[in-house]
């Protein structure tokens, strides 16, 4: 077992890859009661078209299929799993996003045996018409519910606006419409392409023994079959640089306008170290010019130009990434041309200086550092940046690395006016 220790961070993590390819990773922390464990497959909704496991040809499944995958892993002949967790005391869960699917819980008590439950449930795929056309009712009034909320909207909006080809643009529950094209099937193609141990990773954080826990897995997994690892293929279009569309208005039940500004990233054939310091690069850009302290921010307040729900972010997989800058407000039009103001100004004359990059450095080390007092953050972010071939623990030293040039270089990906996008959720016009 491979042990790596991060002394700047006073953690130690254990590692192993075994025979079926299944990569298992654990880090005990000290004066934790609760254990915390995660059962990820790299395979997310855009993930729509690829060549399964044992064939030649590429095959596109219907949109939304990862989730639906997701919510049917739950369901047995036997029952639903949740009971078993529930039975020996656990919390468990599942989410899925563009990229991955994860599956957890978390537990005080029986570590072993929810170990065991989990790694079961994920490992033994059961799919029938009956069932696949049962839940198909199930996520068509989830997909009702998040069409009927503002802030979802508005989110996917800006992305589908932003990307013309990218399966990205499209919402990861898919349609009522592509669901209802699901089948058991498609279910099995999938699970068993994306589903095999070479494809997914186990990580354990918090109360536990690093050598107990990895026999007890090493252990599970001899005692059931795999085929061999095989690569997976997959393809995605080719995406222009600039946005699929300017600009989208929406009509919805708001009391006040929902404004949000899309940047679409054009660097996105980045991995490991390289994609980690442009991750960070952005998001220090971002907390410079739109972060609390910034000039935009205190003339967008003091203007009423943006309110407590003002927000900004940045997203980066491979093949994919967009920031977004966001807020409630009764003037978009000129919060519109603030952010343009903002951004094209630092275009033509850049002002970000040393002394700025500090700040924001420091700023940003400490809210890692308090987000390691969280075994859920560091459990899905783990995973999420293993996916990319990056370490969580590598952000402070690639932070304290970060020179001016790095970011000047970041902003450049994306500055162009081309590959912005505006999405404004505005109020329904009244009846006559």
């Given amino acids: 077992m491979e042990k790596i220790t991060f002394d700047n961070l006073q953690e130690t993590l254990f590692h192993e890859k075994l025979d079926n390819g299944l990569s298992v990773y654990i880090l005990p922390k000290r004066g934790f009661s609760k254990t915390y464990v995660t059962f990820t497959t790299k395979y997310g909704s855009i993930d729509r078209t690829f060549i399964p496991r044992g064939k030649k040809d590429f095959v596109t499944v219907p949109d939304g299929i990862a989730h639906f995958l997701e919510h049917k892993m739950f369901d047995k002949k036997e029952g639903d799993v949740f009971q078993k967790f529930g039975v020996l005391g656990a919390s468990a869960n599942a989410f899925t996003s563009f990229t991955r699917t994860s599956y957890l819980f978390s537990t005080t008590e029986n570590l072993y045996e929810n170990t065991k439950v989990l790694l079961d449930f994920v490992q033994e795929p059961y799919f029938t018409k009956e069932k696949v056309d049962k839940e198909k009712g199930i996520i068509a009034q989830e997909i009702t519910m998040y069409d009927d909320n503002p802030d979802w909207r ?34 099995y193609e999938c699970y068993e392409t994306f589903y095999h141990p070479s494809n997914m990773a186990v990580f354990v954080i918090g109360a536990v023994d690093p050598d107990e826990m990895m026999n007890f897995i090493k252990e599970d997994q001899k005692g059931k079959e795999f085929s ?4 997976i293929t997959r393809e995605f279009p080719e995406e222009p640089l600039e946005a699929a569309t300017k600009k989208t208005v ?48 205190t003339n967008a307040y003091k203007n009423n130009l943006i309110d407590e729900t003002f927000h900004y972010d940045f997203t980066l997989e491979k093949g994919f990434g967009f920031a977004t800058v966001e807020s409630d407000t009764e003037n978009p039009t000129d919060l519109e041309a603030a952010i343009q103001k903002t951004i ?77 996008t505006v999405m404004t959720i505005v109020p329904k016009a009244k009846e006559n």
């Fill in 154 to 187: 508005n989110y996917f909006g800006t992305i589908e606006s932003l990307y013309k080809e990218h399966p990205v643009r499209i919402d990861i529950a898919g349609t009522i419409d592509t669901i209802e094209e699901i089948t058991a099937e498609h279910l």
């Fill in 228 to 231: 061999e690892p095989e690569e």
């Fill in 250 to 297: 929406l009509e919805m039940d708001v009391q006040r306008p929902k404004f949000n500004f899309g940047m679409k990233c054009n660097r996105t054939d980045l991995k490991g170290e390289d994609m980690l310091r442009q991750d960070l690069a952005v998001n220090l850009v971002l907390d410079i010019l739109f972060g609390r302290t910034s000039e935009f921010y």
């Fill in 344 to 420: 094209i100004s630092e275009v033509e004359n850049w002002t970000i200086t040393e002394a700025d990059l500090e700040r924001a450095r420091k700023r940003r080390i400490g809210q890692f550092m308090r987000s390691l007092n969280s075994i859920e953050f560091i459990s899905n972010q783990f995973t999420a940046y293993n996916f990319n071939d990056m370490n969580l623990f590598d952000v402070v030293p690639t932070l304290e690395k970060m020179t001016l040039d790095d970011l000047k270089d970041a902003f450049s990906t994306i500055s162009s006016v081309e590959s912005h």
